[in-house]
């Protein structure tokens, strides 16, 4: 049996996971990324918006470079889709309005929670990614998509824009 399949078999058990041999840190990362991504499968209710921290953590906090993602959500706040929309440089990832809202209507989603990374580890917001957000938010305001959040991954910490307020 290979180290994947041992891998795999840690994230298929129900209730507390039980590995089948001692893991190495980047297999237990892995297993809890593949956790993760099964939490939100289509169709998944976002419970908290922990749950979406975590995710993002895991899936972005440790690129090299930035990345931005949505999280295209129904009217129920269920998981549609999580789309990794663009890759950048190490201070900017490109993010086309025309786009988000091309694949919004695509998905006919009713909201969407937007993720990067700063590949420096600083969590905190920058003028450009406020600016990003509302330039967003309005493309998305037209099509009646809401923003329900933006999150920033700097390492393993996250900065929410609805928690403080700046949506």
Same mark, same amino acid.
């Given at each position: 049996m290979s180290d994947k399949q041992d891998v795999l078999r840690v *994230?298929?058990?129900n209730g507390p996971y039980v590995a089948v041999r001692d893991l190495s840190?980047?297999? *237990?990362?892995?297993?809890?990324k593949k956790i993760l991504r099964a939490r939100f499968q289509r169709g998944k209710k976002l419970d908290c918006s922990a749950d979406a921290k975590?995710?993002?953590i895991l899936t972005l906090g440790d690129r090299d470079h930035e990345a931005f993602a949505c999280l295209f959500l129904?009217?129920?706040h269920r998981v549609i889709r999580c789309d990794l929309m663009a890759t950048g440089s190490l201070a900017e990832a490109r993010v086309y309005p025309r786009e988000v809202v091309k694949r919004a209507l695509l998905y006919n989603a009713a909201a969407v929670i937007f993720a990067h990374n700063h590949p420096s580890g600083v969590a905190e917001p920058s003028k450009g990614?406020?600016? =990003?957000?509302d330039? =967003?938010?309005s493309a998305l305001q037209l099509i009646? *998509?809401?923003?329900l959040d933006?999150? *920033?991954v700097g390492g393993d910490e996250t900065v929410s824009f609805a928690d403080r307020g700046m949506l």
């Open positions: *994230v298929e058990m840190p980047d297999d *237990v990362i892995e297993a809890a975590d995710y993002v129904d009217t129920r990614d406020k600016a =990003l957000t330039r =967003l938010a009646d *998509v809401q923003v933006h999150l *920033v």
